[in-house]
């Protein structure tokens, strides 16, 4: 069974910064790209990061300079360091699975952690 654990979220001033954190079991850690999306409320669920099986990683304009994404292989986790946190920002942030297997993809999702910037 997959199963993504997001930590990590809460309520922050704004410039203030988070760290969010994904658990992840069940899969092939290493095998999988891993992402992190948001969804603000009214609004699509949209991509924040992305980092690869290789490590390479890809960003959000709104969020480039400001957070970053990492990975862990021993530990199947990964993370989400966010600083200079905007009202912006506020969101359920999912963490995301996902590999294509001879040309079917498979995408897992974790149960969102909410974050919150305000003053």
């Known amino acids: 069974q997959v199963r993504l654990v997001e930590s990590g979220g809460g309520l922050v001033q704004p410039g203030g910064s988070l760290r969010l954190s994904c658990a992840a079991s069940?899969?092939?850690?290493?095998?999988?790209?891993m992402g992190w999306y948001r969804q603000a409320p009214g609004k699509q669920r949209e991509l924040v990061a992305t980092?690869?099986?290789?490590?390479?990683?890809n960003y959000a304009d709104s969020v480039k300079g400001r957070f970053t994404i990492s990975r862990d292989n021993a530990k199947n986790t990964m993370t989400l360091q966010m600083n200079n946190l905007k009202p912006e920002d506020t969101a359920v942030y999912y963490c995301?699975?996902?590999?294509?297997?001879?040309?079917?993809?498979?995408?897992?999702w974790g149960q969102g952690t909410q974050v919150t910037v305000s003053s």
């Open positions: 980092i690869t099986d290789g490590g390479s990683t």
């Open positions: 995301n699975a996902g590999i294509v297997v001879d040309t079917t993809p498979y995408n897992y």
């Open positions: 069940g899969i092939i850690f290493r095998m999988y790209a």
